[in-house]
């Protein structure tokens, strides 16, 4: 009977217990794997993860796209000079050219021959037409100087001065639209991003719901021995992350290899006129450095997420039952 | 150390089903729950373990209200009691060991730190070869000395048994007894319910709370 106070082992027995010690396996879990939708839950994450993970992806090809078309724009303006009676236009497109080379920032004003302003025309007017009589206006596309852009409105007040019948478009609407298109798309991204995780969510809510209520009986005795609300949530939480970390890992691997796939696809495709079309508008089609970093913290989040949500919806069912 | 004023419990709107209940349980001690099948012995015990809250009257463990007290509370006190159901309530995707080590696991203690006093309780109550054993496998007398590891590997304050004899040969039962008075000599408060005269003649000493009709009657 001596037992019964269970006084710590003495060295011999410590030692026995010690070569005993390969008989202990790893403690088994005690939310059983097999009691949790392990599977169906794994594949809906493993889906939801792909998705997002295209969403984001997607968000910033086109924030990244838009950032490249900006800056190009940016560092460019055009001057436009109108025909003016009683002015000679080739001399008002050389001063005007003159005065904005002589600008600080200016790195480069090219004059638009007359043929290449009336080639400009085309798209609109057709070929064959002689425009000769018409009152084509004459184009100077300047560029910056990218560390030292020029000062617009000086620009603008020197243009006036020299070549009053100039005009300085500094393509700011244009650049404006841009952005809002770009910010459109990166929002519809985030916001199909938050449904998805909405939804993954609600997957997570109902598999913890049904796993709670699977093993509501060893939920019953780690409670009747003395287990805390925190425990009994963590040993769930615990499971669910192992199964989210699975999801997340198998949907964000895949997304990646979509996109190497996709990028391998795309430079087979580049040789076509599409090809080179998206890849003007889009740039190269692959995963940038970026992406990659989203897809795994996007995979971590999501593994996180989920354990974390079961720990609350254990917690709150404990609470209840309390 | 534990205490009942007045305790009254009802399930619905029936009539009650326990009745001004009032007893002590002092530190040290020793008693029998009995009475017919059905009067309510399995309910008193759920009632001390917190498994169930009364409908009237007070209940004071270890100097706790027990209707004042938080979850984590609860979950604290609890670590005191140690309870044979008579259902024994294993865990059958766990090992016997796992089983009984169960009460320290959930103190967060590590694995090496108990593996002695858990193979060492194994051994003692004859399941040293079975620690590796699922319950679905073993038989009713095996779980219910498994369960009665259990309870004791805490080393609680207050013991409660309900039917800790039923399933097993007359032999195992005294066998059982005598552990639990040496648990009692050894400072630990027990309550065993059962309705085996056999077993509480084995212990005359044992204060007798007899249940009848709903209420609790005490013979010292």
């Known amino acids: 009977m001596a037992v019964m106070r269970f006084s710590s082992p003495t060295r011999h027995e410590a030692s026995d217990i010690d070569a005993d010690a390969e008989e202990f396996p790893a403690q088994s879990a005690l939310v059983p794997a097999d009691s949790v939708p392990g599977r169906s839950l794994v594949i809906v994450i493993a889906i939801m993860t792909f998705l997002a993970a295209l969403a984001a992806n997607v968000a910033i090809l086109v924030a990244d796209a838009s950032v490249d078309w900006r800056g190009d724009i940016a560092r460019e303006a055009t001057v436009q000079v109108r025909p003016a009676p009683g002015r000679e236009i080739e001399a008002d497109v050389a001063a005007a050219a003159e005065a904005m080379r002589r600008t600080p920032g200016v790195r480069e004003a090219r004059v638009y021959a007359q043929s290449e302003s009336e080639a400009l025309l085309t798209p609109w007017l057709g070929e064959g037409l002689d425009l000769s009589e018409l009152p084509t206006p004459r184009m100077i596309v300047l560029k910056f100087e990218t560390e030292n852009r020029p000062d617009f409105e000086r620009l603008r007040t020197e243009l006036e001065r020299v070549v009053p019948s100039a005009v300085l478009d500094d393509h700011h609407v244009f650049i404006e639209r841009l952005g809002d298109m770009a910010r459109a798309a990166v929002a519809t991204a985030a916001f199909i991003l938050i449904l998805i995780l909405a939804a993954m969510a609600v997957a997570v809510a109902s598999a913890t719901r049904a796993a709670v209520a699977t093993n509501r009986e060893i939920v019953e005795v780690l409670h009747l021995v003395g287990a805390a609300d925190a425990f009994i949530a963590r040993e769930f939480q615990r499971r669910f992350m192992a199964l989210g970390l699975r999801g997340a890992l198998i949907g964000g691997g895949g997304a990646i290899a979509f996109f190497v796939l996709a990028q391998f696809l795309a430079q087979q495709w580049r040789v076509t006129g599409g090809g080179e079309q998206i890849e003007a508008m889009f740039g190269e089609f692959s995963l940038s450095p970026s992406g990659f970093l989203a897809i795994v913290l996007l995979a971590g989040g999501v593994a996180a997420l989920t354990g974390y949500l079961s720990r609350v919806i254990v917690l709150r069912h404990l609470w209840r039952l309390g | ?220």
Not at chain 2, 47 to 70: C, Q, W, Y
Not at chain 2, 74 to 100: I, K, M, P, S
Not at chain 2, 136 to 155: C, F, N, V, Y
């Open chain 2, 1 to 220: 150390m534990l205490s009942f004023e007045n305790v009254g419990l009802r399930y619905g709107v029936g009539a009650e089903t326990l009745r001004d209940i009032n007893f002590q349980i002092a530190p040290r001690s020793f008693q029998f729950l009995t009475g017919p099948s059905g009067a309510g012995k399995t309910t008193l015990m759920r009632l001390i373990i917190m498994a169930l809250r009364p409908t009237r009257g007070l209940i004071n463990i270890f100097g706790k209200d027990t209707a004042a007290l938080s979850n984590e509370e609860v979950a604290e006190t609890r670590r005191g009691l140690g309870v044979v159901f008579q259902d024994f309530r294993l865990l059958d995707h766990l090992t016997l060991y796992e089983n009984v080590a169960l009460p320290l696991r959930v103190l967060g203690r590590e694995e090496s730190s108990y593996r002695a006093e858990v193979t060492e309780l194994l051994r003692w109550v004859g399941l040293g070869e079975r620690a590796h054993a699922c319950p679905t496998i073993l038989s009713g007398g095996e779980k219910q000395r498994a369960a009665i590891a259990r309870a004791l590997i805490s080393q609680p304050k207050l013991l409660l048994a309900d039917e800790p004899t039923g399933n097993v040969d007359p032999t195992l039962a005294r066998r059982i007894l005598r552990l639990f008075v040496e648990l009692h000599k050894a400072g630990t408060a027990v309550i065993i319910a059962t309705h085996d005269l056999t077993l509480m003649d084995q212990y005359e000493e044992a204060r007798r709370l007899v249940l009848a009709d709903g209420r609790l009657h005490i013979f010292e």
